[in-house]
């Protein structure tokens, strides 16, 4: 069984009814064409001058439009308040259209605050998106920073070590030259340093004093005295030489490296010197016939 609707209430019919009445009103209000009927400053101010004007024709009050009365917007007492609150609105909204249109000034005023508004929102984009960029970089930056700074704190790598060039060997010395063969005088002096230097090098001792005072004794220095007449010559083997050698003796005492002729005059005072190191101890020691 369907409710039972009291006859003073408007019911839900009576609420479409009103909402169509203010939507049309609103739609075929006189405004808009008082909107646009001032002169734009350019052509996005005529744009934005449609945009008010459409806005001012929706919200306007069914009571200004010609053919409507008051009473088509105003609710009864029992409308519900989904409908009070409608009707609110279209109120509110006549009257803020009603000193647009008192007043053309404020229409181009309005799209002038839009438009500052815009150019505001589009520098602060702009702003924002510059910041973010320098923050980018700031970042790449320390970044950058941060890793050099790591790679300065590492130690560098200790360079390989270089061999050592190895030691060119020395050079060998060269062998001493050797030294040269004395010279000797072909006279006492020189036959009795010469026998002195074979002498020291077969460790036979003398000097030359000794040698030098025997021979003068012996042959005066003669290198090819002879004796014939002492026992010795009688025996057959006569004394020879500086130091009057014989024969026998000669051949007993000679020292290699001297000429084997008992009448060489070196060679005769080496064997003598020899055999009076054996018989005395020196040359040296001999003062008389030996």
């Keep these: 069984m369907p409710a039972h609707r009291s006859p003073g209430s408007p019911g839900r019919t009576g609420i479409?009814?009103?909402?169509?009445?203010?939507?049309?009103?609103?739609a075929t209000t006189g405004l808009a064409a008082a909107a646009l009927a001032i002169a734009p400053t350019s052509a996005d101010s005529a744009e934005r001058l449609s945009d008010v004007a459409d806005e001012v024709a929706w919200q306007v009050r069914a009571v200004d439009v010609p053919g409507q009365g008051r009473a088509a917007l105003e609710a009864p007492g029992d409308a519900t308040p989904e409908a009070q609150a409608v009707l609110a609105e279209a109120a509110a909204k006549q009257r803020e259209n009603a000193l647009l249109v008192s007043d053309p000034s404020a229409i181009q005023a309005e799209i002038e605050r839009q438009a500052a508004e815009s150019r505001a929102a589009?520098?602060?984009?702009?702003?924002?998106?510059?910041?973010?960029?320098?923050?980018?970089?700031?970042?790449?930056?320390?970044?950058?920073?941060?890793?050099?700074?790591?790679?300065?704190?590492?130690?560098?790598?200790?360079?390989?070590?270089?061999?050592?060039?190895?030691?060119?060997?020395?050079?060998?010395?060269?062998p001493a030259p050797e030294p040269a063969a004395p010279v000797y005088p072909d006279n006492l002096d020189g036959w009795i340093r010469e026998a002195l230097d074979i002498m020291a090098?077969?460790?036979?001792?003398?000097?030359?004093?000794?040698?030098?005072?025997?021979?003068?004794?012996?042959?005066?220095?003669?290198?090819?005295?002879?004796?014939?007449?002492?026992?010795?010559?009688?025996?057959?083997?006569?004394?020879?030489?500086?130091?009057?050698?014989?024969?026998?003796?000669?051949d007993a005492y000679h020292v290699p490296g001297t000429p084997y002729d008992l009448?060489?005059?070196?060679?005769?005072?080496?064997?003598?010197?020899?055999?009076?190191?054996?018989?005395y101890g020196s040359i040296d020691n001999v003062n008389g016939p030996y």
């Design 16 to 26: 479409i009814r009103w909402r169509r009445t203010a939507t049309a009103a609103l």
């Design 201 to 250: 090098q077969h460790g036979i001792p003398g000097t030359y004093e000794g040698l030098h005072r025997n021979i003068m004794r012996e042959s005066s220095g003669d290198p090819n005295a002879i004796n014939l007449w002492d026992i010795n010559a009688i025996n057959g083997t006569p004394s020879i030489g500086l130091l009057q050698v014989i024969q026998p003796t000669f």
């Design 122 to 174: 589009e520098r602060a984009a702009d702003r924002s998106a510059e910041r973010a960029a320098l923050e980018a970089e700031a970042e790449a930056e320390a970044e950058a920073e941060a890793e050099a700074a790591e790679v300065d704190a590492k130690p560098a790598a200790e360079p390989a070590p270089t061999a050592e060039p190895a030691a060119e060997p020395e050079p060998e010395p060269a």
């Design 263 to 279: 009448y060489d005059p070196v060679a005769n005072i080496v064997a003598a010197a020899n055999y009076a190191w054996d018989r």
